[in-house]
């Protein structure tokens, strides 16, 4: 079991930046591959970008392939969202979340068993 709790999200203008937390408690986060998910109003929850449990690959989704940077820290039991370049159409709920190990990259929320409580980006034009 693990429990995710993001940080960092607030009200900033196009072009700005912000880094998103997704801290882990309960076991170690080493084990875990973590994807970012987000929720804007009224639309379904997409998929971000996520990080493999060996911390060497990534993805992301075409939206914000360039602008976004997905970090861990298995000391801090941390993984990062780095999004440059916001842009208003990046608003939205942004969610954590974590599943144990896993051969590959998980698109889908379907495929992780834990969920942070979210933390919302607002992104002004």
């Known amino acids: 079991q693990v429990h995710l709790v993001e940080s960092g999200g607030g009200l900033v203008q196009a072009g700005d930046s912000l880094r998103l937390s997704c801290a882990a408690s309960g076991r170690p986060f080493g084990a875990y591959t973590v994807g970012w998910f987000r929720q804007a109003p009224g639309r379904e929850r997409e998929f971000v970008g996520a990080i493999r449990w060996t911390g060497a690959s990534t993805d992301y989704a075409d939206s914000v392939k360039g602008r976004f940077t997905i970090s861990r820290d298995d000391v801090k039991n941390s993984v990062y969202l780095q999004m440059n370049s916001l842009q208003p159409e990046d608003t939205a709920v942004y969610y954590c979340?974590?599943?144990?190990?896993?051969?590959?990259?998980?698109?889908?929320?379907?495929?992780?068993?834990?969920w942070g409580q979210g933390t919302q980006v607002t992104v002004s034009s």
């Open positions: 979340a974590a599943r144990i190990g896993g051969g590959s990259i998980y698109y889908t929320q379907y495929d992780y068993s834990y």
